[in-house]
């Protein structure tokens, strides 16, 4: 029978997905480094991501610890993919993994996978270093990557209030004008809850 590398190693995309979802339905600790390899050099979307979900399923200390060489990867998608593993598993105890080298990862889907995790994980207690810290990315890439930042920044919540009322004023047109954008995507967001809130 083959083993679970060999079928990660098919051409066949769904022969890849199956062994992704099995290796989470029956669990086992040596399954870890094999998914986690895969990971780095996975091409499909969806096998990634059950890859990650795959993850979830074991041992979460032993899957972080194994994480940790991966986010220090060459290969971007391995960092990528260790960031976003991280966000999926949710402990807001991994937040000191993510690193200022990731916020300023100079592969722009590496950078927002970051931005993303630290907005799941962040503390509330970091929320206002954080928002310091991702605020000094607004304007690039491209229109997903700002999107993207938005989302991510309206997801800390109040804290980012004031930075991007001093981001607006920026002499820079691209990080003034995707200050305005997630202002008023924020202040969108905030009247939505209200009115859930009053129904």
């Known amino acids: 029978m083959a083993s679970l590398q060999e079928h990660l190693e098919s051409l066949d995309q769904s022969v890849r997905l199956k ?16 998914l986690i390899h895969q990971c780095a050099v996975e091409s499909d979307f969806f096998v990634r991501d059950t890859l990650s979900w795959a ?13 940790k060489p991966e986010l220090k990867s060459p290969i971007p998608q391995a960092r990528s993919q260790a960031l976003h593993t991280l966000s999926k598993i949710g402990d807001k105890a991994n937040y000191s993994l993510i690193t200022n080298e990731h916020f300023f990862d100079e ?24 928002v310091r ?58 009247l939505e809850f209200k009115k859930l809130q009053n129904k």
Request: hydrophobic share 40%.
């Open 19 to 34: 062994a992704a979802l099995a290796a989470g339905t029956y669990p086992e600790t040596k399954y870890i480094d094999i």
């Open 55 to 67: 993850l979830m399923r074991h041992d979460r200390e032993t899957v972080v610890e194994s994480l």
């Open 107 to 130: 592969d722009e889907f590496v950078a927002s996978t970051a931005w993303r995790a630290a907005s799941v994980l962040v503390p509330e207690d970091k929320k206002s270093e954080l």
């Open 133 to 190: 810290i991702l605020v000094t990315q607004l304007g690039r890439g491209d229109g997903d990557t700002q999107f993207g930042l938005t989302r991510f920044l309206c997801t800390i919540g109040e804290p980012i209030v004031k930075p991007l009322e001093e981001a607006a004023k920026s002499e820079d047109e691209s990080v003034r004008v995707h200050a305005e954008i997630t202002l008023i995507r924020f202040k969108e967001l905030q």
